[in-house]
């Protein structure tokens, strides 16, 4: 079998049991890349990480709840002594929780925020430094259109999502010395099992996966800011 272009490096993959993180972690390994499989859930996790290893690639499952910030951190650690480094961190884990703000509960407020905006941050603090360490890499947060644009009913998401648009835009800014690149993807409305929606009027989870394996294919000197990703048609 060929060698993909990435070959070993390690990424680690959050949401990673299905839909959007699935996607990415099936196509890191398909090029190659070592993969840390991370989601609240052991047995979809070993899964997808047996999926990786079928695809050519490594696969390892490290069950994480990302709303703990001690869970993010040992995940770090455990995907960076699997292979000794890490070089792609993937943040796709995410909920969401809609209707208007004024019968949107605290509780269900709180866990996006949790699980959406501190998990991305977690990793994130976490993977930063040992990406740096390898001489940089890339570290891709899954937003959403509705982290550039809000609409009735989608305000604790978007706020959410608006602060993952932010965060990376900070970490990019924050990597260039080092060579670590951060970009947030905000795609439209994905065929995923969180949306319930299907058809190929939507986004499909494999379309962020080509994305991110587009952005590893820049040059070193290319750094990109936020992708936006429409659906053909739409507004």
């Known amino acids: 079998m060929a060698k993909g272009f990435l070959e070993g490096r390690v990424a680690v993959v959050t949401g990673g049991n299905s839909g959007i993180g699935r996607a990415v972690a099936l196509a890191l390994a398909a090029e190659g890349a070592s993969v840390a499989v991370a989601a609240r859930r052991p047995e979809p996790c070993e899964e997808v990480a047996r999926l990786c290893r079928e695809k050519g690639g490594e696969g390892s499952a490290i069950p994480t709840d990302v709303r703990r910030e001690e869970e993010c951190e040992r995940l770090i650690e455990r995907a960076a002594a699997w292979r000794g480094r890490i070089d792609i961190l993937v943040n796709s884990a995410g909920i969401g929780r809609f209707g208007p703000v004024a019968s949107l509960s605290t509780a269900d407020f709180r866990e996006m925020i949790d699980t959406n ?25 899954v937003s959403s259109l509705a982290g550039v644009e809000a609409w009735a009913e989608t305000g604790g998401y978007s706020a959410t999502k608006f602060g993952i648009v932010g965060l990376t835009r900070a970490l990019a800014d924050e990597g260039r010395e080092h060579g670590v690149k951060a970009v947030a ?31 590893l294919r820049l040059s070193p000197a290319a750094w990109p800011a ?4 429409k659906r053909r048609g739409a507004e």
Do not use: K
């Not at 905006?117 to 947060?141: D, E, K, M, Y």
């Not at 995923?192 to 989870?205: E, I, K, W």
């Open 117 to 141: 905006l501190f998990g991305t941050f977690w990793c994130s603090r976490a993977a930063f430094p040992r990406i740096a360490s390898v001489g940089g890499g890339l570290i891709c947060n």
């Open 185 to 215: 993807i905000c795609p439209a409305l994905v065929a995923t099992p969180m949306t319930g929606v299907s058809g190929a009027d939507y986004l499909q989870p494999e379309d962020i996966a080509e994305t991110v394996l587009y952005l």
């Open 226 to 229: 936020e992708i936006l990703l």
